[in-house]
């Protein structure tokens, strides 16, 4: 035998190439990529409408063939309507999302469409194709395809409807800033910039906003409790009442269009595809939660009333207007940790290298920088992901804010991987300063990049439909939540945070950060399940007063009572985007909890275990049931146990 050299062997026909972004010309790449995608994809539905193959492998190749169109088309819409420097280039990406969305409406309303599948035989499929064929009936069905034709038709109306209320929704919730008008000395305990930014009017009055900027540093900050009171109060009242109105009505948007689908509620009908499978699950969830929660949150809680009562000693309760301020001032008071100093720990550019190594050891992965490929601004680090010494997937780290681009931290997909068709890559979009970042950001790059890697991880597939982040959407959150638990180990953090002078943040100051992390997961916990609880109330319970109803779940789920004339029901967005399931997020995280269990808290890297994680719970996508996936990394069903044990702690 003789020996062969890897190195001259060569290049892996069947490895797929990168996307080969533009230098310039962005417009009609845009248009290429996205419309002429589109284009494709109904030409493929109608030859396949019109002459369907005869074998059940071959129809679903061919219906492959059209969603990957579609998601290709619909990627670069979503990412580039959000991040492209030229705005008329996000206003064409914007066009290709909808027409991604009207496609996908049309499809799922589609007759003669649905009959080519409902024919098919599943005999002898394996795995994932039976598996894919049933999704895609379930879809069908979903959608009300199998329906008399008037039917369909006002589902397509309610459809329509549903979307104009969530943007008049919306659109009210972000149009209303409300605002308070204080005197200047009403200031005290704000931060100087803060002041500096915010100068007296003509009458010797301040303005402070229900914005963000305004409204988050004034409830933590204020010293004045009846200006406080005041903002919060307005601030909870956005959107109020127009909103009251928009909302019951976009309930019996969906009330009429489970029923038009056969279900008892629409939380039935979109519990039905996740984890959690009925609405009355949700229920239970909601209700087990508050009762894990409990003594965590009065414990938290009676520190907050007990440093109350040393400025007021008549208060017997602490509600939302005093609660922000007066956790901050135990924090300071009690748990003291200086942000300030924190944050001399967190240099970008090294936390961005330290990211990428933590991750790259945990996940056996290589990260390889490219420079001479083109992208859509000089901010964009570009990396080539390398596993066993195969290329898998390529990132972009997009991290710095600039006119015109998303607002918030996510990850958006570029492509979805194919095995031997298309190389996975996805995209961090975040909004970072150049120089130190607090703490808190880092745990947000880590959050976001668990999603990256999910999605780079689970892009070597047969089917579009199982590519990347493509689990039930309530367990979407877990595999990003449990890597947050790497921005918050000493050890982790000992091998990328430093300070300018080379020291490396002390392992007390981490143990501080966590107490002070630590402090009212409780009482948030039960604050999260009263949002829960409204979401999936108003859901399956109609009301004329969702007021009266909002306070009602308000006593019975959250430790703190309701703020006097407020209506947050109208500018709670989730409600719209959420709908039922805004209990998602904390079902993600019992499960990220559990997950984390099966680690060494000693030793974060420890390869076996986390190998096991990489490739039964990342790798295989969308082609297993969560649940079975998770049971197959811990070798049991998950538990509430190590969730339980966090609340207590
Ligand atoms: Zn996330």
Redesign the pocket.
């Known amino acids: 035998m003789t020996a062969i050299d890897p190195a001259a062997l060569p290049a892996d026909p069947t490895a797929p190439a990168p996307l080969a972004l533009p230098e310039q010309g962005w417009l009609e790449w845009v248009s290429a990529r996205g419309d002429g995608g589109l284009d494709r994809a109904r030409a493929l539905v109608d030859e396949l409408r019109a002459h369907p193959p005869a074998a059940t492998l071959d129809v679903l190749a061919r219906w492959d063939a059209v969603q990957t169109a579609m998601a290709d088309a619909g990627s670069v819409g979503s990412l580039f309507s959000e991040v492209h420097p030229d705005a008329a280039v996000r206003e064409r990406a914007e066009t290709v999302v909808q027409r991604v969305q009207r496609l996908e409406t049309d499809l799922g309303l589609d007759p003669d469409l649905y009959a080519v599948f409902a024919a098919l035989d599943p005999e002898g499929l394996g795995d994932d194709a039976s598996r894919l064929l049933e999704r895609t009936l379930r879809d069908f069905r979903r959608s009300g395809v199998d329906r008399d034709e008037s039917t369909r038709d006002r589902l397509r109306e309610l459809n329509e409807r549903a979307i104009v209320l969530s943007q008049e929704f919306s659109k009210n919730m972000r149009e209303d800033v409300r605002s308070i008008r204080v005197r200047p000395e009403q200031l005290a305990g704000m931060p100087q910039d803060w002041v500096d930014a915010h100068p007296m009017g003509d009458d010797g009055l301040v303005t402070v906003t229900t914005d963000y900027p305004d409204v988050v540093p004034f409830r933590t900050f204020a010293h004045d409790a009846e200006a406080r009171r005041e903002l919060v109060t307005q601030f909870l009242t956005i959107a109020w009442p127009a909103n009251d109105t928009v909302l019951q009505q976009l309930l019996a948007v969906r009330r009429e269009i489970a029923t038009l689908l056969g279900y008892a509620s629409w939380a039935d009908y979109d519990a039905e595809v996740k984890m959690i499978g009925t609405g009355e699950a949700i229920g239970d969830f909601v209700d087990r939660i508050t009762d894990l929660s409990t003594d965590s949150a009065q414990r938290d809680k009676q520190v907050l009333l007990d440093r109350l009562r040393r400025d007021r000693p008549e208060a017997t309760d602490i509600d939302g207007a005093d609660a922000t301020y007066f956790a901050e001032l135990v924090r300071k008071e009690q748990l003291a940790v200086d942000a300030q100093r924190v944050r001399t720990y967190f240099d970008f550019e090294r936390v961005r290298q330290g990211l990428l190594d933590v991750t790259g050891r945990l996940f056996g992965l290589e990260w390889h920088r490219v420079t001479d490929a083109p992208s859509w601004h000089h901010d964009v680090a570009t990396y080539d992901v390398h596993a066993d010494g195969e290329r898998i997937g390529r990132i972009h780290l997009d991290l710095h804010p600039r006119d015109g681009k998303y607002k918030h931290a996510a990850q958006f997909d570029l492509v979805p991987g194919l095995a031997g068709r298309q190389l996975a890559e996805g995209v961090l979009v975040c909004n970072f300063n150049r120089g130190l970042l607090e703490h808190d950001e880092v745990v947000t790059l880590f959050?976001?990049f668990g999603?990256l890697v999910h999605h780079v991880l689970a892009g070597r597939g047969r089917w579009v439909r199982f590519s990347g982040v493509a689990t039930e959407w309530d367990f979407v959150?877990a595999p990003?939540q449990m890597l947050e638990e790497w921005a918050w180990d000493e050890a982790v953090l000992a091998t990328f945070a430093r300070n300018a002078d080379g020291e490396t943040i002390p392992p007390e100051l981490v143990r501080a950060m966590r107490a002070a992390d630590d402090f009212g997961k409780g009482y948030d916990a039960r604050t999260q399940m009263f949002y829960a609880a409204l979401s999936y109330d108003l859901h399956v319970n109609p009301t004329d007063d969702v007021t009266a109803r909002l306070r009602e779940l308000m006593a019975r789920y959250s430790v703190f009572p309701y703020v006097e004339g407020t209506h947050m029901h109208c500018h709670f967005g989730h409600l719209d985007g959420y709908s039922s399931a805004y209990y998602t997020y904390m079902w993600s995280l019992v499960i990220a909890k559990d997950m984390f269990s099966a680690f060494d808290a000693d030793d974060l890297f420890a390869p076996e275990v986390a190998a096991r994680y990489r490739d039964r719970v990342l790798a295989p996508g969308g082609r297993r049931d969560a649940a079975d996936l998770v049971h197959d990394f811990l070798g049991r069903d998950y538990t509430f146990d190590a969730y339980a044990a966090w609340l207590a702690r």
Request: aromatic share 0%.
């Open positions: 959050h976001e999603h959150e990003s």
